[in-house]
C-alpha cells in the first residue's frame, strides 16, 4: 500500500512538473493572439504601438510568468516533500535491516545455544565439550578461535584446558590471577574487551608473539564464584569485538560452567561408582567366605548332630541290653528268691510275713514291667528285630492305651527296610510327635502315614486338636528359646538331609510332615506280613 502511494505521489510531481511549462506556453500564446486581434480590429483605426505593447505584456508575458512560477513552486515543494519521504523511507528500510541482521543473530545464537545444551546434556567427556562449545561460539561471533580457562582458587593458578583453533595450543598455559585479559576477567568478575593487544599495556607475557589481537573475554560463573573464564580471539584482518559479542560470549560461558560442573559431578559419581563397586565385591568375597564358612560349620554341626544321635541311639541300645540282661535278671531272681522263702516257711511263716512277701512278689512284678517298658522306650528291640513299622504298630497301640487318643497307622507304598540309624532316628521322630499331642493338643483322634516314594520317605502326623499359631510360636521360639522339642526334630530331620513343615492354626490341628530321602537298596516288605 505504501509502495502504491508513493508510485501515485510521483507521477503526480512530474505531471505538475511538464505541465508548468505547458501552461504558461498556452497562456502566453492565448493572451498574444487576444492582444492582436482587439487591437487590429478592421474598423478600427490601426493601434499605436504603445497601446500593442500595453495590451500585450499582461496577458502574454505577466500571466504566464506568474503562472509558471506558482507551478515551479508547487513542483519544488512537492519534490522536497517527496525526497524527504524517501529519505524517511531509506531510514526505515536502514532500520529495518538492522533490525532484521540482530533477528537473525539473536535467532542463529538461540539455535546454537540450543544445540550447546544438547551437547551438555548427551557429552560428559570435559574436553571434547569443551571444543564444541568454542568452535559453535566463533562461528557464530564470526572470530578466529577461543580458549576456556579454568581458576585454581587454593593456588592462586589460571590454567588453559581448551582451545580452538587460535595460533598456538594454548592448553596448559597456566597465568597468575590479574595477568592478561583473563587474569583482570577472573579478579574482577566482569567482561573485557581488548581490541589491540599487541599494544595493550598489561599483556600477558605467556602470549608474546600471538598472531591473535582482538580479544573478548568474560567470567565463567558457578554459585556466585568465578570458576575460570571464556574468550574469543580475532587476528588484526578480523572484526574488532562490541558489547554485542559480550551478550553471545557470556551466554556461552554460561554454558561452560555448567559443562564443566557436570564433567565434575559425573568424574565424581563415576568415582563413587567404581569404590561402590569395590566395596561391593569386597563385601560380596567376605559374604561368600563367611557363607563358605557357615556352611562347613553348618556341615560340621550337621556330622556332629548325626554322630550324636547315632551315639545316643548306641547308648540308649546299651543301657537297654544292660538293663535287660543285668537288672532284669536280677528283679528275676529276687522275684524267685521271695517265691522260695515262702515255700520253704511254709506253714510256721506268719500270716504277716506272708503278705509282706506276697507284696514284694508283686512290687518285684510292677518293677520288671517298669524296667521294661524304659528299655522298649530306650530301644525297641522290636525295631532291630523287624524294622520299623511293626515297631511303629506296636508304639501306636501302647500310645492309644495310656493316653486315650486314638491313633491310626497307614503305611502307602512299598516299605522297605531303612539303615537302623535311619529307622531309629524317624521312630525318635514320630514318638516326639505322638508325644506332643498326647501333652498339648489335647485331641481325640491322631494318624501316622508313612508313603514310601521313589526316592523319599514321607511322614505325616497330624491330629484334630486344638493348634496353635505358627507366627507367635515362632516369635516366642526366638525371643525365650521356648518350643525346643520342635527344634530338636527339625534338627533331627535335617541330620538325615531331610526337611520338615509344620501347618498349624487354632482350633484346626496340626500337620507335621517330615521328607527324608532314602535309597531303594533294600528288600521290600511283604505287606501282608503284617
Known amino acids: 500500500m505504501q509502495s502504491d502511494s ?8 512530474n505531471r505538475v512538473s511538464r505541465a508548468r511549462w505547458i501552461v504558461p506556453l498556452v497562456l502566453a500564446l492565448f493572451g498574444t493572439g487576444y492582444a492582436l486581434f482587439s487591437q487590429w480590429s478592421p474598423q478600427d483605426r490601426a493601434p499605436a504601438a504603445s497601446d500593442v505593447l500595453q495590451v500585450f505584456l499582461f496577458p502574454g508575458l505577466i500571466v504566464p510568468l506568474f503562472v509558471w512560477a506558482v507551478l515551479t513552486w508547487i513542483v519544488s515543494v512537492a519534490r522536497r516533500a517527496n525526497l524527504q519521504i524517501l529519505e524517511n523511507q531509506a531510514g526505515i528500510a536502514n532500520e529495518n535491516a538492522r533490525l532484521f541482521q540482530e533477528t537473525k543473530q539473536r535467532y542463529e545464537a538461540m539455535i546454537a545455544l540450543h544445540e550447546t545444551s544438547l551437547d551438555v546434556i548427551a557429552r560428559l567427556d570435559t574436553t571434547q565439550l569443551l ?40 592448553v596448559g598455559v597456566t597465568l597468575e590471577l590479574d595477568e592478561g585479559v583473563i587474569g583482570q576477567v577472573i579478579r574482577t568478575g566482569k567482561p573485557m574487551i581488548v581490541n589491540d593487544y599487541h599494544h595493550w599495556s598489561q599483556r600477558a607475557v605467556a602470549f608474546e608473539g600471538s598472531s591473535e589481537t582482538r580479544i573478548v573475554g568474560v567470567p565463567l560463573k558457578w554459585e556466585n564464584q568465578i570458576i575460570g573464564a571464556f574468550d574469543m580471539v580475532n587476528n588484526p584482518e578480523g572484526r574488532p569485538f562490541t558489547e554485542d559479542d559480550v551478550w553471545l560470549t557470556s551466554l556461552f560461558a554460561d554454558l561452560a560452567s555448567i559443562a564443566i560442573k557436570n564433567a565434575e559431578l559425573h568424574s565424581q559419581i563415576k568415582r563413587f561408582s567404581q569404590e561402590l563397586e569395590q566395596n561391593v565385591a569386597a563385601r560380596t568375597r567376605e559374604l561368600s567366605k563367611a557363607k563358605e564358612e557357615i556352611a562347613a560349620r553348618s556341615e560340621q554341626l550337621r556330622l556332629l548332630l548325626a554322630e550324636t544321635i547315632r551315639v545316643q541311639e548306641d547308648e540308649r541300645a ?37 503278705t509282706s512277701l506276697l507284696a514284694v512278689r508283686e512290687l518285684l512284678d510292677q518293677t520288671e514291667k517298669q524296667i521294661r517298658r524304659a528299655i522298649y522306650n530306650l530301644h525297641p528291640p522290636i525295631l532291630d528285630a523287624v524294622g520299623l513299622k511293626p515297631a511303629l504298630q506296636s508304639y501306636a497301640e501302647q500310645f492309644e492305651r495310656i493316653s486315650g487318643t486314638g491313633c491310626r497307622l497307614e503305611i502307602v507304598g512299598n516299605a522297605i527296610r531303612l539303615p537302623i540309624r535311619v529307622e531309629s532316628c524317624i521312630y525318635r521322630l514320630i514318638e516326639e510327635a505322638l508325644t506332643n499331642i498326647a501333652t498339648h493338643a489335647h485331641a481325640t483322634k491322631s494318624s501316622v502315614v508313612l508313603d514310601y516314594r521313589d526316592t523319599t520317605l514321607c511322614v505325616t502326623v497330624e491330629d484334630d486338636g486344638c493348634g496353635f499359631d505358627r507366627q507367635e510360636w515362632l516369635r516366642e521360639s526366638v525371643r525365650n528359646g521356648s518350643h525346643l522339642g520342635l527344634l530338636s526334630m527339625q ?14 492354626a487354632p482350633g484346626q490341628g496340626t500337620r507335621l510332615t517330615l521328607q527324608i530321602p532314602i535309597e531303594r537298596g533294600a528288600v521290600e516288605w511283604n505287606r501282608s506280613e503284617s
Not at 508513493?6 to 510531481?13: D, G, K, M, Y
Not at 537297654?320 to 521271695?338: F, G, I, K, Y
Not at 538325615?496 to 498349624?504: K, W
Request: no cysteine; net charge negative; proline share 1%.
Open 6 to 13: 508513493r508510485e501515485e505521489q510521483t507521477r503526480l510531481v
Open 131 to 170: 571444543e564444541a562449545l568454542l568452535r559453535r561460539g566463533t562461528q557464530l561471533l564470526g572470530a578466529q578461535g577461543g580458549v576456556v580457562y579454568l581458576y585454581d582458587a587454593p593456588q592462586g593458578v589460571i590454567r588453559a584446558v581448551a582451545s580452538y583453533k587460535t595460533s598456538r595450543d594454548w
Open 318 to 354: 546299651r543301657i537297654a541290653r544292660d538293663m535287660h540282661d543285668d537288672v532284669v535278671q536280677l528283679v528275676t531272681a529276687a522275684r524267685w528268691e521271695a517265691q522260695t522263702a515262702e515255700v520253704f516257711a511254709g506253714s510256721e511263716l506268719k500270716s504277716e510275713a506272708r
Open 491 to 504: 534338627e533331627r530331620v535335617e541330620g538325615l538331609g531331610g526337611s520338615m513343615r509344620v501347618e498349624s
